[in-house]
């Protein structure tokens, strides 16, 4: 049975290892190891303590994949005929759906490399925003393929997350340059397609992204650029934002943030959301699908 | 009749596949009966809500490619004759094998009846049995998508039609109901749709006793034609009251099934109610599963067992898809209201107001500005539900409403349906406002349950729409009537809709008892619920 700070310490060690997954991935890998070592006598106490491995997890990191992998983990695993007497049987049926929801997703990020790098024509200018470790995979994949093309990222403020992207790509000898957040209108002009990552996509098609998001959205809509959006589909969440304020507050800060301070409305937020009428195609390893199919795939996930 | 039915059906089919000339008699024996299986099929389908398009269920792919053969070539007879309906004849109906011999076979069939009636009918100087075929469609077979599906309109949009007029007064009379009139000049862009005076209400017409009609339903009726029920959801539950007296009182006769019998008693009480009042969406679908748990209903059921199953299946459906559905929309509601909102609602919506109340029993704090319009001013109803609960509240004409928008956080609304393609039909000027307050980036959130999902398709206001009584927009201040002699005025029209359609881009949000979706999962969940089905 494992306590709050095994959880948690596990949580960042799968994090310390593989710096290269999801931390919804590495989630859900804690969530199984929970899981193995749960000495819970009721699938219901069961339930009752995975949702509050997946709350503790929440509190280390509060990004929305995290709160959306850990859910779906839960709904996939209990997606089965439990109508076992033996407790540790169903048990074990869990452990084995889990190790197949793991392998899956996994290759998600592959898959979404493969439907994605097809996009990339020869000699094309990308916009991308932030760092975010999918569109490098797509970017990788695409520059495997002898690609010619070139990268414009947005240094993406407060921690300046877009230098280390720009990093990761001239090891890739992908011509790069650094732009001002400020600069997305500015050089908008000169680019031909934007690719952006997602930390949540959310029912209404939208994404929950790193702040700075929607301005690239809404600058792209009025140049008439397509605006692509990579994300796995462990990303989608049954959330459903009208507007910016409608998110809630939980996601919208860091993890310590929230913790530690009492006036929120001092702290800058760290996401904001982008409405699904700004966003030309999701490229998930579902498939490629539009902002209104969103839905049909979450009502396919969850119901 | 309908124990000979199976008897004449052979020899229909025997006739048709010899192609031979048919003697007089036979020939008007057909037709008796073609108009029967016809009438049969009618009722199964609603009427009132009944254009949708099957070809864009999965499973008939084959379908659309085959339909366009069959409509070009019976087009092209001598006299404009569709493909009537009996093409998917009820043998064909139940056993759906749904291969393509057996929909070509149906085809050539098809042909060859429409060759037959179009020598009949060239014979009798007689046009068509059936309008125009339409873009729009109206399956008779619902699980045989792959069959050739007739193109027709319902009826009560073919109110120009005279042929149609002419067909609707024939089956009235047989079901001895009385055909109500319309009235006074109407405007030419509806003038496919009926328009009834409330003076001239269809019960006057009525003998009294009615043998025909059940009592409950007549009052239902006039109930409907006079405006005291009004609102979708309160004329559906009073649907199915009046229901359920019916089937308590019913009584099965000797040498008939439950199951068919009642079916038939029920489809002049139909045809009555739509008389006085067009059917909505929702009662359509109220009507569909009644029929649909009646023809359930096995022959080796007692009939008190059958009655209470029956009155148990109704009970259920209320309580299920309105009672508790209205709970679990208040409850995802009560998510999207925060502290210090201030919601614009229109008209009176059963539903909006109860998320309200919920909302403010919660203990949120929000304000309340209620939109209203002529001639029904039913947000006064609204106001005085919510007043008296002691939830703040403004109110305003509709014309002022971009006016205070900008003070607006969120725009409640109700709908009547939700379409196909998810167009949310509502009372007229719901979609005034939803485009005024997209002009003005305010989320607009649509409630509705699942039950008035509809799978009728509809992009404008014009085609499918109901006409109120335009005296309703006669008014008298300060002693003077101006619009008292309207119809004297050859050129003056008076228009009195009552329901618009609203586009989904100006939509945020839907929110029915399955969760929050976007106005265009709407085939989504019809999907889903026909797979439950």
Known sequence: MMDEEELVEYFRAQLREDPDIASAVAAIRTLLEFLKRDKGETILGLRESMKWATACLTGVDSSVAVSSGGELFLRFITLTSLEHQDLSRCKKMMEERGELFLEKISMSRSKVAKLCHTFIKDGAKILTHSYSRVVLRVLEKAAAEKKRFSVYVTESQPDSAGRQMAEALRKLNVPVTVVLDAAVGYVLEKVDLVIIGAEGVVESGGIINKIGTYQMALCSKTHNKPFYVVAESFKFVRLYPLNQQDVPDKFKYKADTLKTVQNLSEEHPIIDYTPPSLITLLFTDLGVLTPSAVSDELIKLYL | ?533
């Open chain 2, 1 to 533: 009749m309908l124990t000979d039915e199976p008897v004449n059906k052979e020899e229909i089919e025997r006739a048709k596949s010899e192609g031979k000339e048919l003697t007089k008699e036979e020939k008007q024996r057909l037709r008796k009966e073609k108009k029967h299986h016809k009438k049969n099929k009618e009722k199964k389908d609603d009427k009132a809500s009944q254009e949708c398009e099957k070809e864009k269920k999965p499973v008939s792919t084959d379908a659309p490619v085959s339909q366009p053969p069959s409509q070009p070539t019976t087009q092209k007879a001598p006299s404009p004759v569709p493909t009537p309906a009996p093409v998917p004849v009820p043998a064909s109906d139940a056993a759906v094998a749904a291969d393509k011999p057996a929909k070509s076979k149906a085809e050539l069939k098809a042909e060859r009846r429409a060759r037959q009636e179009a020598e009949r009918s060239s014979k009798q100087g007689k046009k068509g049995d059936v309008g125009q075929p339409a873009p729009t469609s109206k399956p008779k077979a619902p699980p045989s998508e792959l069959q050739p599906v007739v193109k027709r309109l319902p009826e009560h949009i073919q109110a120009d039609n005279p042929d149609v007029l002419r067909k609707l007064a024939k089956k009235l009379e047989r079901q001895q109901i009385p055909l109500r009139s319309d009235y006074g000049y109407k405007v030419s862009l509806f003038s496919h749709l009926h328009q009834y005076s409330r003076k001239a209400p269809l019960t006057q017409l009525l003998s009294i006793p009615s043998t025909v009609i059940h009592p409950a339903i007549v009052r239902l009726g006039l109930q409907y034609s006079q405006g005291i029920v009004a609102g979708s959801n309160a004329r559906s539950v009073a649907l199915l009251h009046a229901f359920k007296q019916v089937i308590m009182d019913y009584t099965t006769p000797p040498k008939e099934e439950l199951s068919r019998d009642l079916v038939n008693k029920l489809k002049p009480y139909i045809s009555f109610l739509n008389q006085c009042r067009p059917l909505s969406a929702s009662m359509g679908n109220a009507i569909k599963y009644i029929k649909k748990e009646i023809s359930y209903i096995s022959s080796q059921d007692k009939e008190k067992e059958a009655k209470t199953k029956l009155l148990n299946c109704i009970e259920s459906y209320i309580s299920d898809k309105i009672i508790i559905a209205a709970i679990a929309i208040a409850k995802y509601s009560i998510e999207k209201i925060s502290e210090g909102d201030v919601i614009l609602v229109y008209g009176c919506s059963s539903l909006v107001n109860h998320i309200l109340c919920e909302a403010f029993e919660k203990g949120i704090k929000f304000h309340v500005i209620v939109v209203d319009s002529r001639p029904r001013l039913e947000g006064r109803e609204a106001l005085r539900r919510l007043v008296k609960k002691g939830i703040s509240c403004t109110y305003v004409l509709i014309s002022a409403v971009s006016y205070i928008l900008p003070e607006v956080s969120k725009v409640f609304l109700g709908a009547h349906a939700l379409l196909a393609n998810g167009y949310v039909m509502s009372r007229v000027g719901t979609s005034q406002i939803a485009l005024v307050a997209k002009a003005f980036n305010v989320p607009v959130l649509v409630c509705c349950e699942t039950y008035k999902f509809c799978e009728r398709v509809q992009t404008d206001s014009f085609v499918s729409n109901e006409l109120d009584d335009p005296d309703d927009l006669i008014v008298t201040r300060k002693g003077k009537t101006q619009l008292e002699d309207w119809q004297q005025v050859k050129s003056l029209g008076l228009l009195n809709l009552v329901y618009d359609v609203t586009p989904p881009d100006f939509v945020d949000l839907v929110i029915t008892e399955l969760g929050m979706i976007p106005c265009t999962s709407v085939p989504v969940v019809l999907r889903v619920k026909n797979v439950d089905q």
